[in-house]
C-alpha cells in the first residue's frame, strides 16, 4: 500500500520531469532560431552593368518570388535586400537586339562577391555558389 508521502514523492519526480522535458523542447526551439538567425539572415545585393542607358531583359530571385522578372531594365541596375532567404540567390539579363558591349552581373552577400560573370555578346547568369 502506498502512503499519502510516497505518492507525494512520485507525483514531485513526475512533474519535475514533465519541466524538464518542457524546457529542453522550449529550449530547442529557441536554439534553432538564433542559429537560423546567425546562419541564413542576410544582405543580398544584385548588380548589373554595362553600357549605360542600355535596357536589358531581367530575372531575379528574392524571398517572395522564386523568379521575378522586369522588362526591361536601364543599365546600371542594382537592388539590395536583407533577407532569411534559403534560396540560393540568382541574376540573369537577357541581351536585346541592339545592345552592344559587355554587360556584368555580380552578386554580393553580406557585402562579399560571391558570384561576378561577363558576356560581351549573350545573356549573362550569376549564380550563388552551392555549399
Not at 32 to 46: C, G, I, M, P, Q
Not at 50 to 63: E, H, I, K, S
Not at 109 to 129: K, M, N, W, Y
Amino acid at each position: 500500500m502506498s502512503t499519502p508521502r510516497r505518492r507525494s514523492r512520485l507525483l514531485t519526480v513526475v512533474l519535475i520531469g514533465i519541466g524538464a522535458f518542457g524546457v529542453l523542447i522550449v529550449g530547442g526551439f529557441v536554439g534553432v532560431y538564433f542559429w537560423a538567425k546567425a546562419n541564413l539572415e542576410r544582405d543580398v545585393s544584385y548588380e548589373l552593368t554595362g553600357p549605360p542607358g542600355a535596357q536589358v531583359r531581367l530575372t531575379y530571385v528574392t524571398d517572395d518570388d522564386p523568379g521575378w522578372g522586369r522588362d526591361p531594365v536601364e543599365l546600371p541596375w542594382s537592388m539590395t535586400f536583407h533577407t532569411w532567404m534559403t534560396r540560393q540567390a540568382r541574376v540573369a539579363a537577357g541581351r536585346p537586339e541592339g545592345v552592344s558591349g559587355p554587360i556584368t552581373c555580380t552578386i554580393r552577400i553580406d557585402g562579399l562577391v560571391v558570384s561576378t560573370q561577363t558576356s560581351a555578346d549573350a545573356p549573362v547568369t550569376c549564380r550563388e555558389p552551392e555549399d
